[in-house]
């Protein structure tokens, strides 16, 4: 393990986090001090105060515990001693200044977002793929169930598939269960057929053996990695694997895991500038498993849009990705899915760990996808969110007056106490996926 990276991927970890949730209490802030409401404190994480400033009212700071974060306004604890000084107090404001201030930090989240990912389209991602299915694994439940290369997903369960990644994501919650998938074949017969995902090696995620299309051809590699080392360049196409012909990535990925075992290096053909080269990779596997010859490739076109096309991209993308959190939200409430695929602080760090290392436009869409679901699920009308305190609001609003302050402390507790709960649910859950079955 290389002490120095795994530090800077920490580092660039719990900057993402902190970004956002600054982001977050920012939107928060800006509200308050637009609605004349005093804001004593903004500060990032928890704890001790390590660095800040005070400005007019408000303490700035940066506390010790680099995870999370809050603005304190005059007047928001129920509990606190009434203010002599009643001017910019919060629980004075009018419902729909405190409303505001409610819906600005989630909202703030979904537009960062938009604006995320449209820097990472403008960096350069791979397109999006679509359903089409470019390989089947042989003896795979897919193959089994007579799915074959050039079909093209509709549904899956009667969820309706728009890419690769519906696609996916509706595999991989329903493991050792039998899945309805409707396909489209020659363009115009629709088949359905049934399919049990198998289990993903050393996961707890459900595969049935499909791809989406993928040439084996080399979009980008990282200078100084171990791919660049090994002799690959961009655009050289590998057009067989010991002396067999292939045309999808994944072939590749199976012929290493053939020879696995015998770690032996294994021959390439590789189309380059037009002619045929031949070169032999030796096959090297990090800590997580991964083939660490290969580190520093990626393979499918990137492509690099023009602002206008990356912000025409970024936004419906943000509003699909916010709907399929409550797709996912309603198929835990019928139990279509297990409440064990939720990750709680201590996932989203391992998978945030992983996202820093897929470079710029990776770390950007990872950073845009993960404040989509900070912005939405603090829309939720759920104990302590931003989304129950607009429903109290609501309630406010209807009976012309504020609970009682004894209602209020009570359903805070009440919401704190369930807080701890979820958190040592999720917790739970995400240290014993780490134990038993790698993320």
């Known amino acids: 393990m290389n002490i120095a990276n795994t530090a800077l991927d920490i580092i660039k970890t719990l900057l993402i986090i902190d970004v956002l949730i600054f982001v977050h209490e920012l939107g928060h ?15 990032i994480g928890f704890g001790p105060k390590l660095v800040g400033f005070k400005r007019g009212d408000t303490d700035y700071c940066i506390l010790l515990l680099p995870f999370g974060g809050y603005i304190k306004m005059a007047g928001e604890n129920p509990g606190e001693e009434p203010s002599e000084d009643r001017e910019g107090l919060y629980n004075l404001a009018p419902v729909s200044r405190r409303a505001a201030v409610a819906f600005s930090g989630p909202m703030m989240n ?5 604006i995320a990912i449209a820097f990472a389209y403008m960096a350069g991602l791979a397109p999006r793929p679509g359903t089409d299915i470019g390989y089947v694994e042989p003896k795979s439940p897919a193959g ?28 991989a919650v329903n493991p050792d269960k039998k899945i309805e998938v409707t396909l489209l074949r020659n363009g115009s017969e629709t088949i359905t057929v049934q399919a049990i995902p198998e289990r993903a090696k050393g996961t707890e995620f459900g595969k ?23 002799g690959f ?77 990356a912000f025409g991209a970024a936004i419906p993308e943000t509003i699909q990705t916010g709907g399929k959190i409550f797709q996912f939200l309603k198929k ?11 990750a709680g602080p201590v996932g989203i760090i391992q998978i945030t760990m992983t996202a820093v ?15 989509i679901n900070l912005g939405v699920i603090n829309l939720l009308p759920i104990f302590i969110t931003d989304g129950w305190v607009l429903v109290m609001l609501l309630v406010e609003k209807i009976r012309g007056k504020a609970l009682s302050i004894k209602r209020q402390m009570l359903i805070q507790q009440i919401g704190i106490g369930f807080f701890i709960l979820l958190f040592l649910l999720v917790t739970y859950n995400d240290i014993l996926r780490i134990i038993t079955k790698p993320f």
């Open 29 to 43: 802030f800006i509200a308050a001090k637009k609605s004349g409401i005093k804001v004593l404190r903004f500060a």
């Open 110 to 114: 979904i537009l960062f977002a938009v």
């Open 144 to 171: 089994i169930a007579g799915i074959i290369p050039g079909d093209k997903i509709l549904s899956i369960d009667g969820y309706k598939t728009k890419n690769w990644d519906d696609v996916r994501e509706l595999i």
């Open 208 to 230: 049935i053996g499909v791809s989406p299309p993928m040439a084996p051809i080399v979009a980008q590699i990282k200078p100084d990695s171990p791919a660049e080392l090994a």
């Open 233 to 309: 360049r961009a655009n050289d196409a590998i057009t067989a694997v010991n002396g067999k012909p292939i045309i999808h990535v994944i072939e590749i990925v199976n012929e290493i895991e053939k020879m696995q075992a015998s770690k032996k290096p294994i021959d390439l053909t590789i189309m380059r500038d037009g002619k045929a080269i031949d070169m032999k990779l030796n096959i090297e596997f990090d800590e997580s498993g991964e083939v660490k010859s290969l580190d520093g490739m990626a393979f499918g076109k990137l492509t690099k849009m023009n602002p206008v096309s």
């Open 332 to 342: 835990l409430i019928v139990r279509d899915v297990s409440a064990k695929y939720v």
């Open 357 to 371: 290392k897929s470079g710029t436009a990776g770390i950007l869409w990872f950073a845009g996808f993960l404040s």
